[in-house]
């Protein structure tokens, strides 16, 4: 088998919990690696990489294996059902990122995207597709990946910060955000793009918006600071606002530590938002509080995958599609 779904999260959701689903997905999808490495392809423009590390490459692979392991057994006992895949492919460093390769999106869509570099387009897996439209009303997918010949790159949820709810993608200005590659996709899937320029304390360009910011249903994490253009900060803020959030603004320390790349879920109990260890450890109490007023903070372990520049969001793939009846 080259999937694996794990089956045990089966409890039905509370009716409060599905209220809320339309921003926290009840479900993802995962891939677990077999052969994880720092991806020396995309160091070039991922500050967050880091190769300061003395182990082998086969206790680096072993260790990103069991955090995976771990990441999903968390999720699957707090109810978010979770597919889990297989990579032992060892010429896809990055597989543990799916959701920068496909996004899925409510009416049944999904969208498979064109990746900056050679590596991580074979990332893209005809049996994952497959599995969707097996086990949710697939009506259509919008495949973008021939645009990577033309030297266009648009790179999922990694590029873009979905509102589901106000239909607004935040989108930070980069070579792996494409304006006109967003563009169709904003008019194929019916939101609005806010685009910005976002850099870290060093003024290197962001990478990815998912590491500088995090969209709930009720509230948002964003490190205001890494907008340097003050009016656009302003706008970015009113807009998270008048939807109805509490907007957090983090450090660029907070930023350093993926604190920026959680992901908000439905589970059997309702809302939570999954994070790295690293990152909740980041967050003042102050922010811990505010977050608990709206959802419950699951953090795991997973600091050889943020090796490789991404934490807990890059690792989960929405899926935001209605089963099939069984």
């Given at each position: 088998?080259?999937?694996?779904?794990?089956?045990?999260?089966?409890?039905?959701t509370?009716i409060?919990a599905?209220?809320?689903?339309l921003?926290?997905?009840t479900?993802?999808l995962?891939?677990?690696?077999?052969?994880f490495?720092v991806?020396p392809?995309?160091?070039?423009?991922n500050?967050?990489?880091s190769t300061?590390?003395?182990?082998?490459?086969a206790?680096i692979?072993a260790?990103a294996n069991?955090?995976c392991?771990?990441?999903?057994?968390?999720?699957?006992a707090?109810g978010?059902?979770?597919?889990?895949?297989?990579?032992?492919?060892n010429?896809?460093?990055?597989?543990?990122?799916?959701?920068?390769?496909?996004?899925?999106?409510?009416g049944?869509?999904?969208?498979?995207?064109?990746m900056?570099t050679?590596?991580?387009?074979?990332e893209?897996?005809?049996?994952?597709?497959?599995?969707?439209?097996e086990q949710?009303?697939v009506?259509d997918?919008?495949?973008?990946?021939?645009?990577?010949h033309?030297?266009l790159?648009?790179?999922?949820t990694g590029?873009?910060v979905?509102?589901?709810i106000?239909?607004?993608?935040?989108v930070?200005?980069?070579?792996?955000a494409?304006?006109?590659?967003?563009e169709r996709?904003?008019t194929h899937?019916?939101?609005?793009?806010m685009?910005f320029?976002?850099?870290?304390?060093?003024?290197?360009?962001?990478?990815?918006?998912n590491v500088l910011m995090?969209?709930?249903?009720?509230?948002a994490?964003?490190?205001l600071d890494?907008?340097?253009?003050?009016?656009?900060?302003?706008?970015?803020?009113?807009?998270l606002?008048e939807?109805g959030?509490?907007?957090?603004?983090?450090?660029?320390d907070?930023?350093?530590?993926?604190?920026g790349?959680?992901?908000e879920?439905?589970g059997?109990?309702g809302r939570?938002l999954a994070?790295?260890?690293?990152?909740h450890r980041?967050?003042?109490?102050?922010?811990?509080?505010?977050?608990?007023?709206?959802?419950?903070i699951?953090?795991?372990d997973i600091?050889?995958?943020?090796?490789a520049?991404?934490?807990v969001?890059?690792m989960?793939?929405?899926i935001?599609?209605d089963?099939r009846?069984?």
């Amino acid at each position: 088998m080259t999937a694996l779904e794990a089956t045990r999260a089966t409890t039905p959701t509370t009716i409060a919990a599905r209220r809320h689903s339309l921003q926290a997905p009840t479900t993802v999808l995962m891939i677990r690696p077999h052969h994880f490495a720092v991806n020396p392809q995309t160091a070039a423009d991922n500050v967050f990489q880091s190769t300061t590390d003395d182990r082998t490459a086969a206790d680096i692979a072993a260790a990103a294996n069991a955090e995976c392991t771990a990441l999903a057994e968390t999720l699957i006992a707090r109810g978010v059902r979770v597919h889990l895949f297989e990579d032992e492919s060892n010429e896809r460093p990055d597989s543990v990122f799916p959701n920068n390769w496909f996004s899925t999106h409510r009416g049944g869509r999904i969208v498979t995207y064109p990746m900056f570099t050679p590596n991580r387009r074979l990332e893209r897996r005809p049996d994952v597709i497959e599995l969707l439209k097996e086990q949710y009303r697939v009506q259509d997918v919008i495949d973008y990946s021939g645009l990577e010949h033309d030297g266009l790159f648009l790179e999922g949820t990694g590029a873009m910060v979905l509102d589901h709810i106000g239909r607004i993608a935040y989108v930070a200005r980069s070579h792996r955000a494409d304006p006109v590659i967003l563009e169709r996709f904003c008019t194929h899937n019916g939101y609005e793009p806010m685009v910005f320029d976002a850099c870290d304390d060093d003024g290197t360009p962001i990478y990815h918006t998912n590491v500088l910011m995090c969209v709930g249903t009720d509230l948002a994490l964003i490190c205001l600071d890494a907008l340097p253009d003050v009016k656009r900060r302003c706008e970015v803020v009113d807009r998270l606002t008048e939807t109805g959030r509490t907007v957090i603004d983090l450090t660029h320390d907070q930023l350093r530590d993926f604190a920026g790349n959680a992901f908000e879920l439905t589970g059997s109990n309702g809302r939570l938002l999954a994070m790295s260890d690293r990152a909740h450890r980041s967050l003042t109490a102050t922010q811990i509080r505010t977050i608990e007023a709206s959802c419950e903070i699951v953090a795991v372990d997973i600091s050889t995958i943020e090796l490789a520049g991404g934490s807990v969001r890059c690792m989960l793939a929405g899926i935001h599609l209605d089963q099939r009846p069984a």
